[in-house]
């Protein structure tokens, strides 16, 4: 046994212990029917934020109005972070890899719960990131900033390494967020050489089409799974809650970087779901966070896949 993957194993296993005493782990779910494989929903845990730090910048009626859609009433608003496994062919696809230890004390639940679906965390082939934010990408180093992953190829938008990767991202971070910045660069840097860069409209792996949906990031993407039972959109943070983002659009969630652009892109990618029929699975949807969306009038409306 090599030093290296004792330290991992250690690593693997202080996950554990320490999620053990918090939440179940595990598989959340897996998707309604799949042609020739499975997409399986698993939990990070949930970020449980003080609304004054997420909401810091709308005020008065908008702001009201906002935490009754969000259903927060006692001053935390929780979103959980779903993370999606896709078993097609020889391959195993991670759609980003959650946030790991260092983030927030109710995150970095997946490697346990993968361990305990009895998922070869070594097995992963692919981990296909959406965005850099911490909850989606900070996952991939280990408790000694080892590549949990080390064997696994990995892919992000060519525009959203642009900017994480470059001097600009540390100075637009608001007060408070420059770790997001720091954060990304460092993990970028275990990275730099195995990673593959794709834009909107590739096909990134077999029958996985990049969907740009900029504006929560500046390169932010969404993956069309294509498939013969139904295509499903990965939509990581384009829609972020199942009201707030169906119902207004043009509400920017506290994390859109550029909040025009990002309400364009939730318009545009409602309408194509709905028209399309397209099956949608997103990060922090109520777990697991499978559903679609229907034109309801002038909005949208979210149908959880279990209800
Ligand atoms: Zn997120």
Avoid at 125 to 133: E, G, L, Q, R, S
């Amino acid at each position: 046994m090599t030093m290296r993957s004792t330290r991992r194993q250690f690593a693997a296993s202080a996950v554990a212990a320490m999620t053990l005493a918090t939440l179940p782990t595990g598989l959340v779910a897996s998707s309604p029917p799949f042609a020739g494989g499975k997409l399986h929903s698993f939990s990070d845990g949930s970020m449980n934020l003080p609304i004054d730090s997420v909401f810091y910048d709308i005020f008065d009626d908008d702001r009201q109005k906002f935490l009754k859609a969000a259903q927060v009433s006692d001053g935390i608003w929780r979103r959980p972070v779903n993370v999606n496994l896709l078993e097609i062919g020889e391959r195993k696809i991670l759609f980003d890899v959650g946030s790991g230890l260092n983030f927030l004390p109710t995150l970095g639940e997946l490697p346990a719960a993968l361990d305990a679906a009895d998922v070869d965390i070594g097995a992963i082939t692919d981990v296909v990131f959406t965005h850099a934010h911490p909850d989606h990408i900070w996952g991939i180093l280990d408790d000694f900033d080892d590549l949990l992953m080390p064997d696994a190829a990995y892919h992000i938008s060519q525009a959203e390494w642009n900017f994480w990767d470059s001097d600009d991202a540390l100075t637009v971070m608001i007060p408070g967020r420059e770790s997001f910045a720091v954060g990304a660069k460092s993990r970028f840097d275990k990275l730099r050489d195995q990673i593959s860069f794709f834009q909107g409209g590739d096909e990134i792996l077999s029958g996985i089409e990049a969907v740009d949906t900029a504006g929560h990031t500046p390169g932010h993407a969404s993956f069309l799974i294509h498939n013969s039972a139904g295509p499903v959109l990965i939509a990581g943070d384009a829609l972020t809650h199942p009201v707030i983002s169906l119902q207004h659009p043009e509400w920017h969630d506290p994390a859109d970087m550029d909040r025009g652009k990002a309400a364009l892109t939730r318009k545009r990618l409602l309408d194509r779901l709905a028209s399309d029929k397209i099956g949608l699975a997103a990060t922090h949807l109520p777990a697991p966070g499978f559903g679609r969306v229907e034109a309801n009038q002038s909005v949208w409306r979210y149908i959880a896949a279990d209800s």
